[in-house]
């Protein structure tokens, strides 16, 4: 027993020395979901604090993930979850098919995020005239972040951090399409939410049409939105946390 005893200390001794990784314990890249409060006011408005347990040392910034889904329904008050498939039911089905991720905190799960928001055409908001990875870097950590698409006619929609806004824009995909119009504001506008454009991948994959078979002559866009910490592994992967269910908000109406 006092053998097997010492060898069993050699080894730990052994294992401190040359790094867990030698025992067989592998550093995994792990991080924690957005943790802090989040604020939804009626459909117009959010206010977001970024908390995260922890900062892992791979962690890079917050990233917000967003679709905009085309419905027939002028929804005027706070959208609930029983309202998603009234506005437009694949707004529904891809709440469904995030809700077991933002349910689950397991590690296990930050692979393969980042293949989810590409399976159902999430990206990644932008801001004009800034880089919203360097306002979300994590010096913005425990900060407070207002997500405003007041509900006024010609209004661009704003990201607001330390008192300052900047105009929010669609996403490129990294240049994989062309979102129209040019200016890609958030902002419901005929380009924006007709069929016809929605639907081409190489125009507006940012964009869910009117289910099929759905008539109307007035169209009306709504924005589904996430935020997961981001970052990048030791082999140079992205990895994110858990993502975090924001709100669904109403684009306002163009002039």
Do not use: W
């Amino acid at each position: 027993m006092g053998g097997g005893r010492q060898a069993l200390y050699r080894c730990l001794l052994a294992c401190l020395l040359t790094g867990l990784s030698s025992c067989g314990i592998e550093d995994y890249a792990f991080l924690y979901p957005v943790s802090g409060r989040i604020e939804v006011e009626l459909n117009s408005k959010t206010t977001i604090t970024l908390s995260i347990a922890e900062a892992s040392e791979y962690f890079t910034h917050f990233a917000l993930y967003y679709r905009i889904y085309i419905s027939a329904v002028p929804l005027l008050g706070s959208i609930s979850q029983g309202d998603l498939s009234t506005l437009n039911t694949s707004l529904a089905s891809d709440y469904s098919a995030f809700l077991p991720y933002t349910s689950n905190t397991d590690s296990t799960i930050s692979t393969s995020v980042g293949s989810l928001f590409r399976n159902h055409n999430y990206y990644t908001l932008t801001v004009e005239e800034a880089d919203i990875e360097d306002l979300l870097s994590p010096n913005s950590r425990n900060k407070t972040i207002t997500l405003d698409f007041i509900q006024s006619p010609g209004t661009i929609p704003v990201l607001i951090i330390d008192n300052t806004s900047y105009r929010l824009q669609r996403s490129t995909g990294n240049g994989l399409f062309n979102p129209i119009p040019e200016d890609r504001y958030f902002l419901n506008t005929p380009e924006l939410n007709t069929k016809t454009t929605a639907t081409p991948a190489s125009i507006n994959t940012d964009v869910a049409a009117l289910p099929s078979g759905s008539t109307a002559d007035v169209r009306y866009t709504y924005v589904a939105l996430y935020i997961v910490a981001a970052g990048i592994d030791p082999n140079f992967s992205p990895i994110y946390s858990a993502p975090t269910f924001i709100a669904v908000l109403r684009l306002p109406e163009q002039i």
